[in-house]
């Protein structure tokens, strides 16, 4: 009988964990490893062992850890045998050659853990090239006294100056390339401004929260996608928009982005400048929060810290409680809604509990971004009366005199204008209320609302 071969899964890479807590990152700490063992399966590694966390008052210069704690994840690594230890700090070149010089393994520290999950999911061009920006700056400091073959004279032609090392020459490349991704960037998120400006006429509602709150799953529930929802860390890195239809019949914009963690390393908060510009001109920003999680109201901060870096004006309009049916202390909600400045609604992604209050409350925002207009329509104009209804939910509909439709409806400003240009003269406009987001003498609008007469309120 012939054997066959079967291919094997290429084994995982088992890590020991350590880190060390220090007191200008105790409040954005989670007490424990639980993240960086999460990062790490998120990276396809088996993390080993419960791990060694230290508090220290300062960081020690030559290794992070002080020099017991280094001996004691020496005897761990004699005893559990790990391919490598992940360190739940950023390291210096140093730290990272003199802790690998006194445990004998390759060392990681967490900002390279972060990188590699990114690598590995980055599936678009603009992530790609994000993710390629982050890693060529995060290694270019490094480069310097971490292979010490590289300070050798480099020989080879066309590529070096004068007694240039290799060192140099890759130093030298590296910039290069760096100047060549943020080139690139920038003309991606110039494009990436002019398609959110051209939806400038829809509602647009960006989803942001923690890795892992359960932001990709409220997007496919509430928009009917298939998009990836995973329960592991940065299971989303591309910017995703869809439609989603709101009962009345009205359609806004619903994005979904990348996930923010506690430490989040600046370089890369940096290069996914462009995927995050979905973010930066929502007309709601809708903060999702695992309410599950020891460590949720961390978590409300780190996000709010983030969202502060990328604009000292931008918070979120709406705190999205998530994962309420796994939370089994209705106090512990309490707790997450006490003293926002914003208004929280709590929901079950996954069972659907309190949806409706969550559309509801999206609807509210949509209403006062919205004028609300009154518009007679000849009956014999089929086309126009298509036109009308197509442009946004109507509310109401009356026959006048057999001759004309009136038609009531909330539609936004761009949308009005598109329609009195695109309908035919005789259809004519009344607009009995402005968006409240704005000030009469703001709107656009108020020369129609400053005239009495239904024929002053026509198109052009």
């Given at each position: 009988?012939?054997?066959?071969?079967?291919?094997?899964?290429?084994?995982?890479e088992?890590?020991?964990?350590?880190g060390?807590?220090l007191?200008?990152?105790?409040?954005?700490?989670?007490?424990?490893?639980?993240?960086l063992?999460?990062?790490?399966?998120a990276?396809?590694?088996?993390?080993?062992?419960?791990?060694?966390?230290?508090k220290r008052?300062?960081?020690?210069?030559?290794?992070m850890?002080?020099?017991?704690?280094?001996?004691?994840?020496g005897?761990?690594?004699?005893?559990?045998?790990?391919?490598?230890?992940?360190?739940?700090?950023?390291?210096?070149?140093?730290?990272?050659?003199?802790?690998?010089?006194?445990?004998?393994?390759?060392?990681?520290?967490?900002?390279?853990?972060?990188?590699?999950?990114f690598?590995?999911?980055a599936?678009?061009?603009?992530?790609?090239?994000?993710?390629?920006l982050?890693?060529?700056?995060?290694?270019?400091?490094?480069?310097?006294?971490?292979?010490?073959?590289?300070?050798?004279?480099?020989?080879?032609?066309?590529?070096?100056?004068?007694?240039?090392?290799?060192?140099?020459?890759?130093?030298?490349?590296?910039?290069k390339?760096v100047?060549?991704?943020?080139?690139?960037?920038?003309?991606?998120?110039?494009?990436?401004?002019?398609?959110?400006?051209?939806?400038?006429?829809?509602?647009?509602?960006?989803?942001?929260?923690?890795?892992?709150?359960?932001?990709?799953?409220?997007?496919?529930?509430?928009?009917?996608?298939?998009?990836?929802?995973?329960?592991m860390?940065?299971?989303?890195?591309?910017?995703?928009?869809?439609?989603?239809?709101l009962?009345?019949?009205?359609t806004?914009?619903?994005?979904?982005t990348?996930?923010?963690?506690?430490?989040?390393?600046?370089?890369?908060?940096?290069s996914?400048?462009?995927?995050?510009?979905?973010?930066?001109?929502?007309?709601?920003?809708?903060?999702?929060?695992?309410?599950?999680?020891?460590?949720?109201?961390?978590?409300?901060?780190?996000?709010?810290k983030?969202?502060?870096?990328?604009?000292?004006?931008?918070?979120?309009?709406?705190?999205?409680?998530?994962?309420?049916?796994?939370?089994?202390?209705?106090?512990?909600?309490?707790?997450?809604?006490?003293?926002?400045?914003?208004?929280?609604?709590?929901?079950?992604?996954?069972?659907?509990?309190?949806?409706?209050?969550?559309?509801?409350?999206?609807?509210?925002?949509?209403?006062?971004?919205?004028a609300?207009?009154?518009?007679?329509v000849?009956?014999?104009?089929?086309?126009?009366?298509?036109?009308?209804?197509r442009?946004?939910a109507?509310?109401?509909?009356?026959?006048?005199?057999?001759?004309?439709?009136?038609?009531?409806?909330?539609?936004?400003?761009?949308?009005?204008?598109?329609?009195?240009?695109?309908?035919?003269?005789?259809?004519?406009?009344?607009?009995?209320?402005?968006?409240?987001?704005?000030?009469?003498?703001?709107?656009?609008?108020?020369p129609?609302?400053?005239?009495?007469?239904?024929?002053?309120?026509?198109?052009?």
């Amino acid at each position: 009988m012939r054997n066959l071969n079967q291919p094997t899964a290429r084994p995982r890479e088992r890590f020991l964990m350590c880190g060390v807590v220090l007191p200008a990152e105790a409040h954005e700490h989670d007490g424990d490893l639980s993240e960086l063992r999460g990062l790490l399966e998120a990276a396809g590694a088996e993390p080993i062992g419960e791990g060694v966390l230290q508090k220290r008052e300062s960081a020690d210069s030559a290794t992070m850890l002080g020099r017991g704690k280094v001996e004691e994840i020496g005897r761990e690594i004699e005893h559990l045998r790990p391919d490598a230890v992940a360190v739940d700090n950023d390291l210096s070149p140093a730290h990272i050659r003199n802790l690998e010089k006194a445990w004998g393994v390759r060392v990681v520290d967490r900002s390279e853990v972060i990188l590699d999950i990114f690598a590995s999911r980055a599936r678009t061009k603009q992530a790609k090239l994000q993710v390629e920006l982050a890693q060529a700056e995060y290694l270019l400091p490094r480069l310097k006294r971490m292979w010490t073959h590289l300070e050798r004279h480099e020989g080879a032609v066309g590529t070096r100056g004068p007694g240039e090392t290799q060192l140099e020459t890759d130093k030298r490349l590296l910039r290069k390339r760096v100047q060549d991704l943020k080139r690139e960037l920038v003309e991606i998120e110039a494009r990436k401004q002019r398609e959110v400006a051209a939806r400038a006429d829809q509602f647009t509602v960006g989803i942001v929260g923690y890795t892992n709150a359960g932001k990709s799953t409220l997007l496919n529930r509430l928009t009917g996608s298939t998009e990836l929802a995973a329960d592991m860390l940065f299971a989303t890195l591309d910017t995703r928009t869809r439609k989603w239809k709101l009962p009345d019949g009205r359609t806004v914009l619903l994005s979904d982005t990348v996930g923010f963690l506690q430490r989040l390393p600046h370089h890369l908060v940096a290069s996914f400048h462009a995927t995050l510009e979905e973010t930066l001109h929502a007309d709601l920003l809708m903060h999702v929060v695992d309410a599950s999680h020891p460590e949720a109201r961390a978590q409300i901060a780190a996000v709010e810290k983030v969202l502060t870096s990328l604009s000292p004006t931008l918070v979120a309009d709406l705190l999205v409680l998530n994962k309420v049916d796994r939370v089994s202390d209705p106090l512990a909600l309490e707790l997450l809604s006490a003293d926002r400045g914003c208004e929280v609604v709590r929901i079950s992604a996954v069972t659907g509990d309190g949806l409706d209050r969550l559309t509801a409350a999206v609807a509210r925002r949509v209403d006062a971004r919205s004028a609300l207009v009154e518009i007679d329509v000849p009956l014999a104009d089929g086309r126009s009366a298509a036109l009308v209804k197509r442009a946004s939910a109507v509310l109401s509909e009356e026959v006048i005199d057999d001759v004309l439709l009136r038609i009531r409806m909330r539609v936004s400003e761009s949308s009005l204008g598109n329609l009195m240009r695109s309908v035919a003269k005789t259809v004519r406009f009344k607009v009995l209320s402005t968006p409240s987001a704005r000030t009469h003498s703001e709107s656009p609008l108020a020369p129609w609302m400053a005239r009495d007469a239904l024929d002053d309120g026509r198109s052009a």
